[in-house]
């Protein structure tokens, strides 16, 4: 096994001003020592998980690292910075700096040895003796937990794979009674899965053994997962989960007082996380385990319990908790809207005025077939409101939320308040459990509340709310939204198109794209000519960015490096398919020229879409739903001209920078293969 780091890969003199310089300078070490085939690739690789999460830690760490096809063999590399370098931290700049690189199947003996290195740069006296390492062989040593030259007492520490438990402190003389020792289980998990996970987990066994809490850590890593003990689990006290990517086999932890923040609260605030996981189970407050994942990334969704403990604002909160109720309701929108058009495809739009098929139906007539598929798409819509709400209030609070939201929901459906009845229903189920789980309960009640006392009271003052105080100016609002979505032409329209079609495109499947989409995607749950032509309009400006880029590889690659070029050719699909962040790659390695050239086309298909008239009844398919598309034709000129204003902008603005160095030099192996964003 080669070494991960040598001395050739240290820099003790780390001139750069800015993250990305930091990682280039870096880089271009892992390049020249052979351990990246590809400097470019590697770089868009390390933007992109960049952009998922910064990187920086509190105490002046910042450690960069991705998975990538374009490294050769497990790599680190240390940079030290007299000035410092912003990695987004707390604390302010970072002046460690440790670039890891993992091949795409990396081996998991050096990922093990990677994960705890991660754990090593939580102790302070490691750190320290970094910052002090006067020669890059010292600097590689002491990384690689070799001896240095200096003559020491102790045995070299060296790398090996931590422990995932803490012990309880040792007990008092026999006989002298005891107050029994609190215990957590605690899961860790990021998205590489290289260096916060573990990071997060050794944070969290130091605090716990600070305040005499025994505590076992599950880190669901690359360096592997073992899961924690069902023994451990029963008997724990509480549950901290500290993730940016959900958790496995969650519903484990159900019934239990659980903390659920993001992977760097792990590390950053251990303590209060133990301190308030000790609070939660005093107060008996107890929540299930489960978080959908984002449709497009993976994320995990809502906190449960204190709408603070994630460490994010409210606007954050808010988002992942409509977004979680989005997310849940799509694939009856899916189905439901599908349905629907086929069943206009064979029978016309009168068949929705067909009598029931359960008291007419012929099986030689393609009437009664499309009839049949009619009526299944329609019961399939009647739960998009009441799904949207009770998963609004899961995100919130897990579990408990979900009767008092789907109630809300169906009431919102009854008194006419549609969409914006649903959104406010699951906001409110979710507050008023919240509020409910805060109050202290005497042990004996524990085990009723989430099945009893929670739905019981939850529901009847959801119900009062929608019935008599919100309902009715609710529905008053959807009615205006309805009219106006159904008055759009001319020009209101085509503004509308261009601001949805900048949306879908300035962040490409991020905080801005989901709104535009989840917007979208409401209006389906009560269809009309307007909400038909703004999911048609969102659909088509969403396939722009990948689709541009595409083309703008495929007529002009020398702007392009090789990387790029190949994953020009994914992307055709990817934007065919409509899934925008099929241009994430390109957008990380140069946002300021293929970002505003994105949004342009964006607006150039959503104005084209809305002026047409076209209108969608799928919320997802791309170009493999276009026969249920209304104005069709028109649809894909509208597509096709956003494209080539994406593809003429990413040219022109490419063009006019000095010419990159020849890829010639860089040895790339004839396996390498390019590994697709989504």
């Known amino acids: 096994m080669s070494a991960m780091i040598t001395a050739e890969l240290v820099d003790l003199d780390l001139a750069a001003d800015s993250k990305e310089a930091a990682a280039r300078s870096l880089a271009e070490r ?157 899961v860790t ?131 992942k908790w409509l977004m979680t109720g989005v997310s849940y309701m799509v694939p009856f929108v899916a189905a439901g809207g599908l349905l629907i058009a086929l069943a206009f495809a064979i029978g016309g739009y009168e068949i929705n005025a067909a009598p029931s098929v359960t008291e007419h139906f012929i099986w030689s007539e393609g009437a009664s077939w499309a009839a049949l598929l009619f009526q299944i798409g329609d019961t399939a819509f009647t739960f998009l409101v009441p799904i949207l709400a009770g998963y609004i209030a899961f995100g919130m609070v897990d579990r408990p939320g979900l009767v008092p939201g789907i109630v809300g929901g169906a009431i919102a459906l009854t008194i006419n308040a549609g969409f914006l009845g649903g959104l406010v229903a699951g906001l409110l189920a979710g507050t008023v459990v919240m509020a409910i789980q805060r109050i202290t309960i005497p042990p004996v009640l524990r085990g009723i509340m989430p099945v009893v006392v929670i739905p019981l009271i939850s529901s009847a003052v959801v119900g009062f709310l929608m019935f008599l105080v919100v309902g009715k100016p609710i529905t008053w609002l959807q009615k205006q939204l309805t009219d106006w979505l159904n008055g759009l032409t001319g020009s209101n329209a085509i503004i509308l198109g261009v601001v949805l079609g900048l949306m879908m495109c300035f962040d490409m499947g991020g905080p801005l794209n989901k709104v535009a989409y989840a917007f979208a995607v409401g209006g389906l749950a009560d269809p009309n000519d ?29 702007l392009f490096t090789r990387t790029e070029r190949e994953n020009g050719k994914a992307a055709w699909v990817l934007g065919a398919s409509f899934i925008t962040e099929g241009a994430i790659p390109f957008a990380a390695a140069d946002p300021l020229r293929v970002i505003p050239s994105a949004m342009a086309g964006g607006a150039v298909t959503g104005a084209l879409s809305m002026a047409f008239g076209c209108t969608l009844r799928a919320p997802h398919g791309g170009i493999f739903v276009v026969p249920l598309i209304g104005n069709p034709w028109l649809y894909l000129f509208a597509v096709a001209a956003g494209t080539a204003v994406t593809a003429a902008l990413v040219v022109l603005l490419k063009g006019l920078r000095r010419p990159a160095a020849p890829e010639a030099a860089l040895p790339v192996p004839d396996d390498a293969r390019t590994p697709v964003a989504a």
């Open 30 to 186: 892992m390049v020249a020592a052979g351990r990246v085939t590809d400097l470019e690739g590697f770089l868009a690789d390390v933007a992109a998980r960049e952009a998922q999460m910064p990187t920086g830690l509190d105490g002046g760490i910042g450690i960069p690292h991705c998975r990538s096809a374009h490294v050769a063999e497990p790599t680190l590399a240390f940079g030290r910075s007299a000035t410092g370098i912003d990695f987004g931290a707390p604390d302010g700049p970072a002046d460690l700096v440790f670039l890891i690189a993992a091949p795409a199947g990396a081996d998991t003996d050096h990922l093990t040895i990677l994960s705890a290195l991660a754990r090593r740069l939580m102790d302070p006296e490691f750190t320290a003796a970094l910052r002090t390492a006067d020669d890059p062989a010292t600097a590689a040593a002491l990384i690689a937990g070799e001896p240095v030259a200096e003559p020491t007492t102790a045995e070299p520490e060296v790398i090996a794979p931590a422990t995932p438990a803490v012990t309880a402190p040792e007990t008092a003389a026999e006989g002298v009674p005891q107050e029994r020792t609190f215990r957590v289980v605690a």
């Open 189 to 319: 998990s990021c998205p590489t899965g290289i260096a916060h996970t573990y990071m997060a987990a050794e944070s969290l066994e130091n605090a716990a053994r600070d305040a005499g809490v025994e505590i076992t850590v599950e880190t669901q890593g690359s360096a592997g997962f073992k899961k924690l003990p069902k023994a451990a689990i029963e008997a724990a006290d509480a549950v901290i989960l500290a993730h940016d990517v959900e958790v496995r086999d969650k519903e484990r932890f159900a019934g239990k007082p659980t903390v659920d923040v993001g992977v760097k609260a792990g590390i950053s605030r251990a303590p209060e996380l133990i301190a308030e996981a000790r609070g939660k189970a005093e107060r008996g407050e107890v929540t299930a385990a489960a978080h959908p994942a984002d449709a497009g990334g993976g994320a995990s969704y809502g906190t449960a319990g204190d709408p603070d403990e994630s460490g994010e604002g409210f606007g954050t909160r808010l988002r």
């Open 530 to 558: 307007g909400s038909l032509k703004v999911m048609a309009c969102v659909m088509a400006a969403g396939m722009v960015p990948p689709l541009g880029l595409a083309l703008a590889t495929t007529v002009r690659g020398r």
